[in-house]
């Protein structure tokens, strides 16, 4: 019967289309390309255009504005500003914090709630997510009131133990700033995490549990290396997203004199723009931004086709 039915299969698949099929297909792809390239691919070449150009006063600085070719100069004055390539240190010591924190907090709520012993699921997935409904702007600004020394309920807490605790000190703002980020994305990466772990056959568990292993062992020998997939996607996902930082430190800055004005590449280029005027320079620093982010992207990618090929 293979024969028969694999010839059938071919039949169909050469079988020419309908008339008038083509036409569908491109009224409705045709609204999608047309917001793709709106939203997408238009500002992109625009910021690609601008970044060759810079704007130079005429005369004594009494004239206006004239907009010349500068080639490659913004980049060159980007990737020499120690204010934009310091940004990057800033947000690698942010990863090196926030993502175990939050990836580990994550995964270690994920599988107590798929764990059998857990209770209230349903519960517990909504507490843990709502957080995340909250959008970062606010967030940020209800922590730094909780931040706030004569505000905070938290410090009168502690001052009444007994202790000391200053949020904006040049020791503590960034993991305050981790904390903010955290408290917000924790619940939705436990989602992601608990989702995997829905598909792990639970033929595999019992069969681990009936040959004496323990739930500890269970969930770091067969749970994690089965949902290695989505902690890697997770993973991709907070990279892209930390390298484009703003909320959370250009509002922490306000009140802590250890961040400058440049902590991060987003505030670094929303200071050359809006600040400055020196569209040019933001440009430039927007695309190699983008090049940091593609970059960290495929790197990240790459080592988990390889961790999955292992």
């Known amino acids: 019967m293979a ?5 059938s299969a071919r039949g169909a698949a050469r079988r020419p289309a309908r ?13 999608f390309f047309l917001l793709f390239a709106a939203v997408l691919i238009l500002p992109v070449g625009y910021a690609v255009w601008m970044s060759f150009f810079s704007e130079r006063s005429s005369g004594l600085g009494f004239g206006g504005t004239e907009r010349v070719f500068s080639g490659l100069g913004n980049y060159t004055k980007a990737l020499t500003d ?14 090196a914090l926030y993502i175990p924190v939050m ?13 059998a012993a857990a209770r209230a699921k349903r519960l517990v997935q909504f507490a843990v997510f709502m957080p995340h409904a909250v959008p970062g702007l606010i967030a940020a600004v209800i922590w730094i009131y909780l931040y706030t020394p004569g505000l905070s309920p938290v410090l009168s807490w502690i001052e009444a133990a007994g202790g000391h605790w200053d949020f904006f000190a040049e020791g503590s703002v960034l993991p305050s700033m981790v904390n903010i980020a955290a408290w917000q994305w924790i619940g939705y990466n436990m989602i992601i995490f608990f989702a995997a772990l829905q598909a792990v056959p639970r033929e595999v568990i019992e069969a681990a549990v009936m040959d004496g292993a323990g739930g500890l062992r269970v969930a ?3 749970k994690l290396p089965m949902i290695r997939s989505a902690v890697f996607l997770t993973l991709l996902f907070t990279c892209v997203g930390v390298v484009q930082i703003f909320s959370e430190p250009m509002l922490l800055s306000q009140r802590a004199g250890s961040m400058g004005s440049d902590w991060s590449p987003m505030m670094f280029i929303y200071k050359a723009a809006f600040e400055r005027h020196d569209y040019g320079l933001a440009s430039s620093a927007s695309l190699l931004m983008a090049l940091v982010a593609g970059t960290l992207s495929y790197v990240v990618t790459r080592i988990g086709k390889r961790g999955g090929s292992a």
């Open 82 to 95: 120690h204010g934009f390539t310091s940004s990057f240190l800033h947000v690698a010591a942010y990863c």
């Open 19 to 31: 008339p008038g099929q083509g036409k569908a297909v491109a009224v409705f792809l045709t609204p």
């Open 103 to 115: 990836i580990g907090a994550a995964l270690a709520l994920a599988l107590l709630v798929d764990s």
């Open 3 to 7: 024969a028969p039915l694999t010839r």
């Open 220 to 222: 770091l020998r067969i």
